[in-house]
């Protein structure tokens, strides 16, 4: 197919978690009728909502047991085994397709996703989601235009690849090297492949210039340095990459920010009342302020809120405690991403936020959920961007010394220099412009 221009395009995804969600949300001025849900969408068959809300119903209630001693490791873990990712050495073929892969392809030969295809098909535009089983609707009920499909982590299991990938038409538009590796490795051909970077919100970078982006790491750097040994270290590499008019102490406005944030079935929520616990006495002396992300969950908001309560926190902590819940995913991800601003460190399970490194956000790592997230907490170390967490409840006590060391602010200009943040802008010239634009040489990955 020849390459168009396009000034719009079907931005399809699945409520499911957040992953997918974030992925599209800054691609939302592009998205002809609005982002599109397509396991919700207006007008959606019964029968393949139906088949939408088995798989997002066990997964979220097994995500949540998963906590429980013996019997919810042993459940996650067979789930887990069905999505797992293979090692990647020693590079071989990975082609043959798994049994999930199998089973999504018959329920698609008997119709489901058709009737979503045909809607569209009325005004063909390119079509990109966030889902590997909605690229497959299109392709195999023959859609005209093309399929783009972003992968979310930093390594991907067999399903995001077609059940005959060397036939497939589907491109992809994938965060680092690796998950362009892998798809080869699944039998994906290489010019189908653009790595692109993930899509982070345009609201935190502020263009091609970086200008937004700029100005929060050079803040971010003055608080996670307070005795200056990273800053005098490298003091050239900070002033080349971010400008010196970014990285003044007089221009930071808040205190040391700490943001965490829970995953889409609100698993871990206990690690944020650990922290809360641990930093109450610097909370309440206005040393630190805390940003707990509930996200949606009503559940996880009330669990805070009452947290607070025991703790003695209740309106004393002059606006250094926040949490953050909104009523829809696309109010959350606009309040998380304005708090991201403000944001020094992000502490977060590897989800597909591990990506928001790139935003220059030092990243210290919960417990992983998942193969992938294995993956994702890899790649983060790899960079340089993420640290595992120490136990939580001594934070008060190890994070001093982080700060002390200047290793977060060596983890955040990491994150900014080795981790791409112009995926959205990439997106957009490979979708709408048809040219091949990825991510620049000094990106590690």
């Given at each position: 197919?020849?390459?168009?221009?396009?000034?719009?395009?079907?931005?399809?995804?699945?409520?499911?978690?957040?992953?997918h969600?974030?992925?599209?949300?800054?691609?939302?001025?592009?998205?002809?009728?609005?982002?599109?849900?397509?396991?919700?969408?207006?007008?959606?068959?019964?029968?393949d909502?139906?088949?939408?809300?088995?798989?997002?119903?066990?997964?979220?209630k097994?995500?949540?047991?998963?906590?429980?001693?013996?019997?919810?490791?042993?459940?996650?873990?067979?789930?887990?085994?069905?999505?797992?990712?293979?090692?990647?050495?020693?590079?071989?073929?990975?082609?043959?397709?798994?049994?999930?892969?199998?089973?999504?392809?018959?329920?698609?030969?008997?119709?489901?996703?058709?009737?979503?295809?045909?809607?569209?098909?009325?005004?063909?535009?390119?079509?990109?989601?966030?889902?590997?089983?909605?690229?497959?609707?299109?392709?195999?009920?023959?859609?005209?235009?093309?399929?783009?499909?972003?992968?979310?982590?930093?390594?991907?299991?067999?399903?995001?690849?077609?059940?005959?990938?060397?036939?497939?038409?589907?491109?992809?538009?994938?965060?680092n090297?690796?998950?362009?590796?892998?798809?080869?490795?699944?039998?994906v051909?290489?010019?189908?492949?653009?790595?692109?970077?993930?899509?982070?919100?345009?609201?935190?970078?502020?263009?091609?210039e970086?200008?937004?982006l700029?100005?929060?790491?050079?803040?971010?750097?003055?608080?996670?340095?307070?005795?200056?040994?990273y800053?005098?270290?490298?003091?050239?590499?900070?002033?080349?990459?971010?400008?010196?008019?970014?990285?003044?102490?007089?221009?930071?406005?808040?205190?040391?920010?700490?943001?965490?944030?829970?995953?889409?079935?609100?698993?871990?929520?206990?690690?944020?009342?650990?922290?809360?616990?641990?930093?109450?006495?610097?909370?309440?002396?206005?040393?630190?302020?805390?940003?707990?992300?509930?996200?949606?969950?009503?559940?996880?908001?009330?669990?805070?809120?009452?947290?607070?309560?025991?703790?003695?926190?209740?309106?004393?902590?002059?606006?250094?405690?926040?949490?953050?819940?909104?009523?829809?995913?696309?109010?959350?991800?606009?309040?998380?991403?304005?708090?991201?601003?403000?944001?020094?460190?992000?502490?977060?399970?590897?989800?597909?936020?591990?990506?928001?490194?790139?935003?220059?956000?030092?990243?210290?790592?919960?417990?992983?959920?998942?193969?992938?997230?294995?993956?994702?907490?890899?790649?983060?170390?790899?960079?340089g961007?993420?640290?595992?967490?120490?136990?939580?409840?001594?934070?008060?006590?190890?994070?001093?010394?982080?700060?002390?060391?200047?290793?977060?602010a060596?983890?955040?200009?990491?994150?900014?220099?080795?981790?791409?943040?112009?995926?959205?802008?990439?997106?957009?010239?490979?979708?709408?412009?048809?040219?091949?634009?990825?991510?620049?040489?000094?990106?590690?990955?």
């Amino acid at each position: 197919m020849k390459n168009k221009n396009f000034a719009k395009a079907y931005i399809i995804t699945v409520d499911m978690g957040y992953g997918h969600q974030r992925a599209v949300y800054p691609l939302t001025e592009l998205a002809e009728g609005g982002i599109i849900n397509a396991n919700n969408y207006a007008g959606i068959p019964k029968k393949d909502q139906r088949s939408w809300e088995g798989g997002r119903k066990v997964y979220e209630k097994i995500s949540r047991l998963k906590h429980l001693p013996l019997i919810g490791d042993l459940i996650f873990n067979i789930m887990d085994y069905f999505q797992r990712i293979e090692p990647f050495y020693p590079i071989r073929d990975l082609s043959k397709a798994t049994v999930q892969l199998k089973t999504i392809y018959s329920m698609i030969k008997k119709g489901w996703g058709k009737d979503l295809v045909e809607k569209l098909s009325k005004k063909p535009l390119p079509v990109i989601t966030s889902f590997f089983t909605v690229a497959y609707f299109f392709e195999e009920h023959g859609y005209k235009e093309n399929i783009y499909l972003i992968c979310c982590d930093a390594d991907v299991s067999r399903a995001w690849a077609p059940l005959y990938p060397e036939k497939s038409k589907i491109k992809y538009l994938v965060p680092n090297r690796r998950v362009k590796n892998r798809l080869k490795l699944y039998g994906v051909k290489e010019n189908n492949i653009f790595i692109t970077g993930f899509p982070l919100p345009k609201e935190n970078i502020g263009g091609h210039e970086l200008k937004i982006l700029r100005k929060s790491v050079g803040e971010r750097i003055v608080h996670l340095d307070p005795k200056g040994l990273y800053r005098k270290k490298y003091k050239k590499t900070i002033n080349d990459f971010l400008g010196k008019e970014y990285c003044k102490k007089d221009s930071c406005a808040h205190v040391l920010t700490i943001t965490f944030a829970v995953g889409g079935a609100g698993a871990q929520r206990e690690i944020g009342a650990e922290i809360l616990f641990s930093l109450k006495d610097k909370i309440l002396s206005g040393e630190i302020k805390l940003n707990l992300i509930a996200g949606i969950k009503n559940d996880v908001y009330l669990y805070y809120q009452n947290k607070i309560k025991e703790f003695g926190l209740f309106g004393k902590t002059n606006g250094n405690i926040e949490i953050l819940y909104a009523e829809t995913k696309k109010d959350y991800f606009q309040k998380f991403n304005k708090i991201l601003l403000k944001t020094d460190i992000l502490w977060t399970k590897p989800s597909e936020l591990s990506f928001y490194a790139g935003l220059g956000l030092p990243i210290i790592i919960a417990p992983t959920v998942g193969s992938q997230e294995e993956f994702n907490k890899e790649w983060l170390i790899s960079i340089g961007a993420g640290v595992e967490q120490q136990d939580p409840r001594y934070v008060n006590e190890w994070l001093a010394d982080w700060l002390d060391s200047g290793w977060l602010a060596e983890a955040a200009m990491n994150g900014f220099l080795n981790a791409p943040h112009k995926g959205a802008y990439h997106m957009e010239e490979v979708v709408l412009k048809g040219k091949r634009s990825e991510i620049e040489d000094i990106h590690l990955l």
